[in-house]
């Protein structure tokens, strides 16, 4: 209590900045995801890229939602015999590793 009233209170930032910081970061985050998804289309096989969508990166893993267990299955060999390299090569953004995660969500939009 005693600190709150030595401590001077932060000021104000104008909007404006506040805001054109935002847009840079969120321009900066969708061409990452772009980018991303371009290298996933290349590398994924044209009858399975409509049940997968790019979830996210975060600390070099690339996130990839599949609408089901098989697909995660298939997709997997294809990741483990070459593809994940290649998909890491085409990534404009640093990635090490690829995760597949099962999102029921691609499955009711795919209508499986």
Sequence with gaps: ??????????????MGEVFQRQAQSLKQL???HLGCARAWETVCPADRIDRTAIVGIKGGALTIGVA???TKF???RLLRSGAERELVKLA?????????????????????
């Design 1 to 14: 209590m005693v600190r709150a009233s030595r401590v001077r209170p932060e000021r104000a930032q104008p």
């Design 30 to 32: 969708q061409r990452r």
């Design 68 to 70: 089901d267990h098989a």
């Design 74 to 76: 298939e997709l997997d």
């Design 92 to 112: 404009p953004t640093t990635v090490r590793r690829v995760k597949l995660v099962v999102d029921s969500g691609l499955a009711a939009v795919d209508g499986g």
